[in-house]
């Protein structure tokens, strides 16, 4: 698929919460106006993704023949939205309209052009949706290069151009995106429970014509989705099918979409879109710990599960969705009203930990005091050690049972002992915390300067509190960050939030090349006068490439810190990221929580 160039200005969408503030307390931003409204979106964890066209197999060919088909197999709305309610779904995404599907619309279409069927399929899907309090989005497609994929030309260019009274070919972009532009206001116009549409890319007769700006004008409380760029005027940012990293389960990692900004990511249950003839097995470990992942960055997870031409799934799909509904029925409580944590919205430090432990964590957005620990990959003992993240623990609690556990906190770690109930995918712990951080030094106590800043980001953005605002390094590396907390006093260590807004590790995804844009090398010199430092570094090292806040520990008394960033992980090859280096807040501690439960 294409994707354009993604690093554009993100438009803010959700409630900031800032880990550097000494409170959990919320720094508002306001949401643009065609944002609001949409309360379910950034509400919703999981979506129902739908490949269902005339090229499922086995494919067809004659629009009404394949309708034929559907309705003798069975066809019900409400199977699909029964199904999708045991995976927890908050809407379904209907892709049938699809470049290699055979553009079929399966409602009654007006607009000549492609494949369109008699029985309204899409609106018996809503209204069945809205009886069960889900949402169903359309998707649409901009791609026309599929059109005779098989030999058999599915778009019908002389029709549609006697439509319009002007020649069209279908097949080109234009053709192709004055055709789509058509079906779009028909839908909009005919279906007012249409919770709004998931485009797969852009079209230059789109953006031309002026499309999403008519959707807002005419439909404001639809949502606009867009898979794999992020064009400012959509809600939100889908991730396609995204592998490669490790853990593999961890799909955040592989995503670009800075918070708040609402992020999706897109995958399959079983290794393909649409049905294609078999019965494939369901990684079902690799799904729901997908989910989990996901939850911890606040990104919903759209699962795709192509249906056979009746709408059933098979057999292996079915069955994992009655698994499902039961695991996640244990675990909704965790995710359900809480946003992803170590970053934006506060919480524990997520990732790796000791013992070759991975976590996920979640935090509740009504009571930011409650945490939720998911243990995906188990340590190899019957402990969990975890970074604070300058939140001191009061108490621990297995979430299936409510039992308590033994924990200690020091040195900025909260270790978790005798822990018995290991389960198979996401083992939850939850964690209560003091409603005010401990130890941190308040943003408007510290000043900060750089060596090179990017204008209109300047380094005081590292120290104003405020996720929605970073420090660029304006493209410039090796770069160097004075922090001075106003007086000389003992500093317990640095926790660096770096701007997500970019994968964090090496790869390539549709023909593009991604990496790391954080800090790797560094060195750490402090001053007592903000003229001479330290001939040797306080601390130095790698600093790991991930996601969530980053620790670098001091245990020095100075006034004056300076971070040198020496090297970042983007290669130079990957130019959209090498030596572009963003921090959207440093925070300085004085000391870390310590304490005891017992269990």
Known sequence: MRRR???????????????????????????????????????????????????????YTDVEAWETRVTGD??????WVDEAVKLHASYLVLASFHSRLGYVRTWPSRIPGSPRTRRDFLGELIAAAKAKGLKVILYMTDDPQWHNETGHEYLDS?????????????????????????????????????AGFWIDNDNAYWERSGLYELIRRERPEMTLSNNNEDTPIMDMVSHEQKSGMLPDYDYAAATWTPLPRLAEGCFTVAGRWWYNGTDNAVNQALTLRRIISNSGASIRSLVAEGAQHGGRFPARTEAFNNTAKTWLDGVWGSIRGTEGGGYLYGGLQPGWVPDGGFVTVTVDKD??????????????????????????????EDFRTGRRLAFEQRDGYVTVSGITRWDPYDTVLTIRTAPRRTGLIPPTEITATATSSAAGFPAANLVDGDFTTYWDAGDTIP????????????????????????????RETFGRKEDSARIKDYRVLVSDDGVTWSQEPVAAGVLESAKGVRFIDLGVRCRYVRLDVDTTWAAETVPAFYHKLRIDHIGVATHSPRGAGRA
């Open 5 to 59: 160039m993604f690093l554009k200005s993100s438009a803010v969408t959700a409630l900031a919460v800032s880990t550097s503030l000494p409170a959990a307390e919320p720094a508002r931003a306001a949401a643009p106006t065609h944002h609001r409204g949409r309360a379910w979106l950034r509400d919703a964890r999981i979506g129902l993704f739908l490949h269902w066209g005339m090229r499922t197999v086995p494919d």
């Open 158 to 194: 002389a029709a549609y151009s006697a439509h319009k009274g002007q020649s069209v070919d279908l097949t080109t972009r234009d053709g192709f995106g004055m055709f789509s532009y058509d079906n779009f206001v028909e839908v909009m116009a005919d279906y007012p429970d249409l």
């Open 74 to 79: 069975g066809w019900s709305a409400d199977y």
């Open 479 to 506: 770069v160097s960050v004075t922090l001075d907390v106003g007086r000389v006093r003992h500093l317990a260590y640095l926790a660096i939030d770096q701007r997500e807004w970019s994968p964090t590790q090496n």
């Open 367 to 396: 009571d930011p005091t409650t945490q939720y620990l998911h243990i995906t990959t188990r340590p190899s003992g019957d402990t969990v050690k975890v970074r604070d993240n300058a939140h001191t623990v009061r108490r621990v």
